[in-house]
């Protein structure tokens, strides 16, 4: 059975730095080459996908808002997705979601078919 557990999450000033990790378990790709992503939530908005990684290349796909801020990674022996976030921004509140395993490396939520259940990122002026 497959599981996502997102953490790190939390409250921090404009400019600060925080990492998301996502414990993945049940992987049912392990052998093979599938993309994995961070989406994020606002209230009253839709769910947006913030940066994709395929694991078996280790390429990486960015939305604009956060490109040069955010660096998502992996590592594969701890089963582990992680997102760096530097210089925060207000914009960048929101409930953020792990998202596995898609063929490709994408930043819509249709290719996903694993998620967690969100860890809460709150940035303040």
């Known amino acids: 059975q497959v599981q996502l557990v997102e953490s790190g999450g939390g409250s921090v000033q404009a400019g600060g730095s925080l990492r998301l990790s996502c414990a993945a378990s049940g992987n049912p790709y392990r052998r093979g080459r599938y993309s994995m992503a961070w989406f994020r939530q606002a209230p009253g908005k839709e769910r947006e996908g913030v940066a994709a990684?395929?694991?078996?290349?280790?390429?990486?796909r960015y939305s604009d808002p956060v490109k040069g801020r955010f660096t998502i990674s992996q590592d594969n022996a701890k089963d582990t997705l992680y997102l760096q976030m530097s210089s925060l921004k207000p914009e960048d509140t929101g409930m953020y979601y792990c998202?596995?395993?898609?063929?490709?490396?994408?930043?819509?939520?249709?290719?996903?078919?694993?998620w967690g259940q969100g860890t809460q990122v709150t940035v303040s002026s």
């Open positions: 990684i395929s694991i078996g290349t280790a390429s990486t």
């Open positions: 998202a596995a395993y898609a063929p490709y490396p994408s930043l819509q939520p249709q290719p996903y078919n694993y």
